[in-house]
């Protein structure tokens, strides 16, 4: 005889089995995050070792290490811009072991590129933007170009070249054009070590750069930081103007960290690794390393960030568009 899967009897046991298994996998959840980090984590940051991300990467790892009494190892895969390295994260289980650190190219290269092995918005979870500088543009410390009012007079009467290296720099240089009605054509580059040779060489007029980037050849005295892209002057370079100082609004720029997992990551890992980077963070050799960088620690929170991210790529879409800049 077969059973009726229709009584009442047997439709509320059904229930309650569904109920408990539901219940059972958020307290496998729960466990897992009351326990997380259960083995090493991966740090994957998809830059060169050296440059601003990895920087701020290793600092990171070096404190959430020591808090934990479990490694977290920054990896390094390059390539695309940052797509590769990205790519292996969307691929990764969400467990919270496998973790990215990248910067605003993320959200600019859908704008950028016609295709992505991921979907940007949905192959991701936010889990904090950790810190931000401002965009800045260098010139030869030694050059005829010693204040932004000097440059754009320049810029508005000859052709200039103005590096790039990657898809910030490119657009924040574009937005610069824009703004003050610039002759200024856009130079690629591989990286922004190379910028800063040739603008320190005399064969490049200026660039923009991270202040990470630009920050040991000012010490050096090799370069000068002219112009900042915020709505405030910094304290490394206090003679360098903001932008609207100088007549252009709306140039704005920021190159910032964000945290990233896999989508899916569970509620109460995000939640973890938020508290967790503030009590790193909190530590006073930790905010000056990153002061001395010309890091501010953000921490924002995972909706506000998510809310940040699709505004930034709103914001560049507009201004590739303006420019005629196309995915390529």
């Known amino acids: 005889m077969h059973p009726n899967f229709n009584h009442p009897n047997r439709r509320q046991l059904l229930a309650g089995l569904a109920s408990l298994a539901a219940a059972g996998t958020a307290g496998n959840v729960l466990a897992q995050a009351a326990k997380y980090p259960t083995k090493p984590v991966t740090l994957v940051v998809p830059y060169s070792a050296g440059g601003g991300t990895d920087i701020v990467g290793r600092l990171m790892a070096q404190r959430l290490t020591e808090l934990w009494g479990q490694s977290m190892v920054v990896e390094n895969r390059t390539g695309a811009n940052g797509v590769i390295g990205s790519s292996t994260v969307a691929r990764a289980a969400p467990d919270g072991h496998t973790l990215m650190l990248v910067v605003g190219s993320h959200a600019i290269n859908p704008v950028l590129m016609k295709s992505l092995p991921y979907d940007t918005d949905k192959a991701f979870t936010a889990v904090t933007n950790i810190a931000s500088s401002p965009s800045v543009l260098v010139v030869q410390a030694g050059g005829p170009y010693k204040t932004l009012p000097d440059l754009l007079a320049a810029a508005r009467k000859e052709e200039l070249g103005c590096g790039y290296s990657e898809g910030l720099t490119r657009l924040t240089g574009e937005l610069i054009r824009q703004a003050g009605n610039l002759k200024l054509t856009g130079v690629p580059y591989k990286g922004g070590a190379p910028i800063m040779v040739d603008i320190?060489?005399?064969?490049?007029?200026?660039?923009?750069?991270?202040?990470?980037?630009?920050?040991?050849?000012?010490?050096?005295?090799?370069?000068?930081?002219?112009?900042?892209?915020?709505?405030?002057?910094?304290?490394?370079?206090?003679?360098?103007?903001?932008?609207?100082?100088?007549?252009?609004?709306?140039?704005?720029?920021?190159?910032?960290?964000?945290?990233?997992?896999?989508?899916?990551?569970?509620?109460?890992?995000?939640?973890?690794?938020?508290?967790?980077?503030?009590?790193?963070?909190?530590?006073?050799?930790?905010?000056?390393?990153?002061?001395?960088?010309?890091?501010?620690?953000?921490?924002?929170?995972?909706?506000?960030?998510?809310?940040?991210?699709?505004?930034?790529?709103?914001?560049?879409?507009?201004?590739?568009?303006?420019?005629?800049?196309k995915a390529e």
């Open 200 to 325: 320190i060489g005399g064969h490049l007029p200026m660039g923009v750069t991270s202040v990470l980037t630009a920050l040991p050849h000012v010490r050096s005295g090799a370069l000068r930081v002219v112009g900042v892209a915020s709505d405030r002057r910094m304290p490394l370079f206090p003679d360098a103007m903001t932008f609207k100082e100088a007549g252009l609004d709306g140039v704005e720029s920021l190159s910032w960290y964000g945290l990233f997992g896999p989508a899916g990551l569970p509620e109460p890992i995000v939640a973890q690794l938020n508290q967790d980077l503030k009590k790193v963070t909190s530590d006073a050799v930790v905010q000056k390393q990153m002061h001395d960088q010309g890091a501010d620690i953000t921490l924002t929170p995972p909706a506000e960030f998510r809310s940040f991210l699709a505004s930034e790529t709103r914001k560049w879409a507009q201004v590739a568009q303006r420019g005629g800049i």
